[in-house]
């Protein structure tokens, strides 16, 4: 929360005194890919085996997103990153209207993924944190 504070401070020095309430916020790191392929990797006729589907994997959730608690993306929405996405979800309300924002932020490498503290976890965080401030303070200049 401080850190989506100060990023609004600093993006809205002329805030106009408008008062942001929180709803609800989350932050989901979603490291769910799609496979597809058939069941069976290969299949043995007579002692000779004939390969089957080459299972491929796919970015994006498993489940649909009416299917989904939070969190959900799909491959279009990584901005050319291989990496497992961090999910911004933000309710809230800003002058009394409600405002409602969602951030699929792409890492630039591969984190841990662990958020114990680690250097690359708590950057890619805080990334997300000022994306989602950056999409919020252009609705509330609006």
Not at 43 to 72: D, F, M, N, T
Not at 81 to 96: H, N, R
């Amino acid at each position: 929360m401080a850190a989506l504070e100060d990023n609004l401070t600093q993006m809205l020095s002329e805030g106009g005194g408008k008062t942001l309430t929180v709803l609800n916020w989350s932050i989901y790191y979603n490291r769910q890919v799609q496979k597809s392929g058939g069941l069976l990797n290969g299949i043995g006729v007579q002692g000779y085996s004939l390969p089957g589907k080459k299972k491929e994997r796919h970015a994006g959730s498993i489940c649909s997103r009416q299917e989904s608690a939070g969190g959900w993306y799909e491959a279009g929405e990584l901005g050319g990153s291989v990496y497992f996405p961090l999910i911004s979800e933000f309710e809230g309300t800003s002058g009394g209207k409600p405002v409602s924002v969602r951030i699929v932020h792409s890492p630039r490498r591969k984190i841990a993924g662990k958020f114990e503290g680690g250097a690359d976890d708590t950057e890619e965080l805080l990334d997300a944190v000022r994306e989602t401030a950056e999409a919020l303070a252009m609705i509330i200049v609006k």
